[in-house]
């Protein structure tokens, strides 16, 4: 069955870092571009990070950029998001998704969303 299953979340103090996993089955994410996505209560959706094949191309809301690192091990067939220097404002329920390569950029995957698997998400609490 086709599957995303994240991991990971909890609580961290401002300044401190989590890892967020997503365990893909029944496909092989190495086929797929990723991305993160999170919502907080009461807020759209937003796209923290997406990647493309290998990561040759990555995309960062300005949000994130220097903090959050999108990665994947496709011997694993996992993908993380890597989150460090951790603030208040990134507590929200974070969703990993996967789409079959397409020509766009990654930047406009995030920012549309259009993926096609999604996994169930996971909290992420920041708070002192």
């Known amino acids: 069955q086709v599957q995303l299953v994240e991991s990971g979340g909890g609580l961290a103090q401002p300044g401190g870092s989590l890892r967020l996993s997503c365990a893909a089955s029944g496909f092989t994410l190495g086929l797929y571009n990723i991305g993160w996505f999170r919502q907080a209560p009461g807020k759209e959706r937003e796209g923290v990070s997406c990647a493309n094949l290998g990561e040759r191309n990555t995309f960062y809301a300005d949000s994130v950029k220097g903090r959050f690192t999108i990665s994947r091990d496709n011997a694993k067939n996992t993908m993380y998001l890597q989150m460090n220097s951790l603030k208040p404002e990134d507590t929200a329920v974070y969703y990993c998704?996967?789409?079959?390569?397409?020509?766009?950029?990654?930047?406009?995957?995030?920012?549309?969303?259009?993926?096609?698997?999604w996994g169930q998400g996971t909290v992420v609490t920041v708070s002192s």
């Open positions: 998704a996967a789409l079959a390569t397409v020509d766009t950029s990654v930047q406009q995957l995030c920012v549309h969303g259009n993926f096609e698997k």
